[in-house]
């Protein structure tokens, strides 16, 4: 009788993963979590089988019972936090869907549409059966084509076994930190920073070190500070110029500053975010840092199609650098999701062709940014107790609002932070925009103007009445 028991409890163990019900436990942050069968079970008695957790001994009767399994997560995903811009995107998308004509302007993608040329391409290769799988680094012809642009347009000479083609820069990035980051190694980071850098530097189980800039500076990285910060467990610093969320672009001379502290350093390699490389406002200019004496070896240079060339959701994106990194980040590639997608590829090559900087197509698209940021500059800048950095380059503007951090609003509750602001912006402004803690800079809010003139210009009237109820708690 026994052994039957036994062999029941086998039994049921292998149709429904774990049987029996656990004793209230210690750990009782591993199973947590009580499921019910929704079928009623046989008549079965348990014992425990000695070796695994102490099953309760009793009789099963056919009715729905309670069942435990395992809902904890791994460390390495506990220790990401989730993105905040999440919550007021889902208030927004919550907003609109009750009807409530909310303007969002929290997106970081242009309002613009993939220029024809390149659609084009796209849809060729699949009607031209262009649908299989490529080389996980991306085809040759794309790679060359990458090789040259970076050659004509950025001075940085590359083979296409120095390239690498992923879904997305998101993906040439992610790969990138997991490559070269050991665990404890830091990831120097300036703030305000693309919000994935963080994270990714955890999902790598290496440390991000963030070094404060100020909006006096126009948020650029002191080198005397990064200086002060390096040691040698110092494996990355990550560089986004122009940036998001600030809009800042690096000039030449200071690039050069930082890339005499890079080279006293030799654990640190540097990861050049250029994905804004095409969105920039004259006299405003671009280097790669790649292109700086002594950093080719250093430095891997990330770029991609979806900002400059409209092309978000066609997911392309590319990392250069010295053979050894490029193809360590492969290597992970490989098992990860294999080359990008065929279609996309044969549509990135026909971005690269439409000339110098994505040609008359992208000089338009960016033509209409300059316009929607200097309507934005110059109408917040009217607005009482509001700091402004002009931005050079990308399409967000990054606003210090902090003089009405303090304020209570009538119906709504004190102003404490970033994300109240948001939220109270969203409620009374009906305007969705992004909390600057998100980005690591609680002082601001990023506004992006990938959206028309008209819709800025309604959304600004909103703000600036929302905010007329306020008054800057400290004058500014
Ligand atoms: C600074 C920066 N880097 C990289 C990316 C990733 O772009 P994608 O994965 O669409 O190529 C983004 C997208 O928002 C970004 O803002």
Known sequence: MANSSLRSSTIISSRHQLVGVSPP????????????FSTPLPNFSLKSSGNTRPLQTKRITPVVRAMEFDISLSPRVNSVKPSKTVAITDQATALVQAGVPVIRLAAGEPDFDTPTVIAEAGMSAIREGYTRYTPNAGTLELRS??????????????????????????????????????????VIIPAPFWVSYPEMARLADATPVILPTSISEDFLLDPKLLESKLNEKSRLLIICSPSNPTGSVYPRKLLEQIAQVVARHPRLLVLSDEIYEHIIYAPATHTSFASLPGMWERTLTVNGFSKAFAMTGWRLGYIAGPKHFVAACGKIQSQATSGASSISQKAGVAALGMGYAGGEAVATMVKAFKERRDYLVQTFGELEGVKIS??????????????????????????????????????????????????????????????????????????????????PAVPV
């Open 145 to 186: 084509a990458i090789c040259k642009k970076l050659k004509e347009e950025n001075g940085i000479s590359y083979t296409p076994d120095q390239i690498l083609v992923s879904n997305g820069a998101k993906q040439s990035i992610l790969q990138a930190v997991l490559a070269v980051c050991s665990p404890a190694d830091e």
């Open 390 to 471: 002009v931005p050079r380059g990308a399409f967000y503007l990054f606003l210090d609002f902090s003089s009405y951090y303090g304020t209570e609003a009538e119906g709504f509750g004190m102003i404490k932070d970033s994300e109240s602001l948001c939220r109270y912006l969203l409620d009374k402004g009906q305007v969705a925009v992004v909390p600057g803690d998100a980005f690591g800079d609680d002082t601001c809010i990023r506004i992006s103007y990938a959206a028309s003139l008209s819709t800025l210009q309604a959304a600004a009237d909103n703000i600036k009445n929302a905010l007329i109820s306020l008054r």
């Open 25 to 36: 436990s210690s750990d009782s942050g591993s199973f947590s979590k009580s499921l019910s």
